[in-house]
């Protein structure tokens, strides 16, 4: 079953203002990954936080990592239409039995 | 060209016929995966192989098997395939830099496959 947990599920903004998407887990992690899915295609990795790193930034993209809360987010500044698409996390379970557990994703839709 | 490539991208098929799905990468990669996607549950992890002698169960790998036939080519088979089979099928890649399950993913486009 999937451990990962995203919030919110869906999400509809206008283009121009920032998206912020929730991902919550539940056991030590090595590290956690954010991915985009464009209806319909393939995964895309967006960007990798490590569990010793708080924040990290990408373009447009800040992703925050809160450890002693097990959560992540990411935000998108200035969005665009061209974002719309759904964003998984992924984290990267720590220890013996390692594992990469994924969310359901946040639906993103960006409003011209 | 794609780095990860799946044949076929759509697939309609009957119950009980054998399906192969099959993924090839330029990548260079040694670490190859098999995903399905299905609504209201993610993706879920079928089989992953770390080099060409290694091929190892996921979460949901019962109806399934696979093949690593060199270190660029991952098939997927589905020897008797059944409705709840349908479903978004996707190999992705990783290096073998870092522990397993902790490094970049790349994904191919999918293999839709459909059993009636």
């Known amino acids: 079953s999937q451990q990962g947990e995203e919030d919110p599920q869906a999400l509809s903004i206008q283009e121009g203002e920032n998206a912020t998407m929730n991902c919550s887990y539940k056991?030590?992690?090595?590290?956690l990954q954010w991915y985009r899915q464009n209806s319909g295609r393939g995964l895309v990795h967006l960007i990798l936080?490590?569990?010793n790193e708080r924040e990290k930034h990408s373009g447009r993209l800040r992703v925050t990592l809160d450890t002693s809360k097990k959560s992540s987010s990411l935000l998108i500044t200035a969005s665009r239409a061209a974002d719309t698409a759904s964003y998984f996390c992924a984290s990267a379970r720590a220890g013996n039995n390692r594992k990469l557990i994924w969310g359901l994703g946040t639906s993103l839709a960006v409003n011209p | 060209d794609a780095d990860v490539t799946q044949t076929p991208r759509n697939r309609i098929t009957k119950t009980g016929k054998r399906i192969m799905l099959e993924c090839s990468q330029t990548k260079g990669h040694d670490r190859m995966y098999w995903y399905r996607q299905d609504p209201g549950l993610g993706l879920r992890l079928i089989y992953y192989?770390?080099?060409?002698?290694?091929?190892n169960k996921g979460e949901i790998s019962d109806g399934y098997s696979v093949s690593r036939q060199a270190q660029a080519k991952f098939s997927l088979s589905l020897e008797s395939a059944i409705p709840n089979q349908t479903a978004l099928y996707f190999c992705?890649?990783?290096?073998?830099?870092?522990?397993?399950?902790?490094?970049?993913?790349?994904f191919g486009e999918g293999s839709r496959l459909t059993v009636l």
């Open positions: 192989s770390f080099d060409v002698k290694d091929i």
């Open positions: 992705a890649t990783s290096d073998s830099v870092g522990r397993a399950f902790t490094g970049e993913l790349f």
């Open positions: 936080i490590r569990s």
């Open positions: 056991t030590s992690i090595n590290n």
